[in-house]
């Protein structure tokens, strides 16, 4: 795996508490052609791997948790998203690193599925060790393609 870059100085990846959802919310749609509804964030506090990073407000979240795949565990990153005018601090890189540690004590593998034009999630992706698994055509709802990536955790 390759190297990954330490999250900004100053920064706490914590799980994710009730007065956060407004702010992540925002991040979402502010990220997402498509973003989650609010209320879909709710199911999933409480989560180990529902993560925020702050750093005295929310810049950037992970939702990742581990499903049940042919009878065994798997992780499952569903979302992941950093404040536009945070992006290249590892802010995502350190959501990311903490998550996958978090899931290899429940599965070891995880998976995702990104954006095919997503360049910057794929570079993200790859450099934590993910590889292409398949492609998912018209996945998204404006008929964009998915990746599968997976890894072993």
Do not use: C
């Not at 992540?24 to 409480?46: C, K, L, M």
């Not at 992006?87 to 890189?93: C, K, L, P």
């Not at 990746?147 to 072993?152: A, D, I, Y």
Request: no cysteine; glycine share 10%; charged share 25%.
């Amino acid at each position: 795996m390759t190297t990954v870059s330490p999250p900004s100085p100053g920064l706490q990846v914590r799980r994710v508490e009730r007065r956060d959802l407004p702010a992540v919310h925002r991040i979402e749609q502010s990220v997402f052609p498509q973003p989650w509804p609010a209320g879909a964030f709710e199911q999933y506090i409480g989560r180990p791997g529902f993560l925020v990073a702050d750093d005295g407000r929310v810049v950037g979240y992970i939702v990742a948790d581990v499903v049940e795949a042919h009878g065994r565990p798997l992780g499952h990153v569903k979302d992941l998203a950093v404040r536009a005018d945070r992006r290249r601090e590892g802010i995502a890189s350190g959501l990311l690193s903490r998550a996958l540690d978090i899931m290899s004590g429940q599965a070891s593998t995880a998976k995702l599925e990104v954006r095919a034009g997503n360049n910057g999630a794929l570079d993200l992706y790859r450099r934590h060790g993910f590889s292409f698994r398949r492609r998912l055509s018209g996945y998204y709802a404006d008929g964009e393609d998915a990746l599968v990536l997976v890894r072993s955790l």
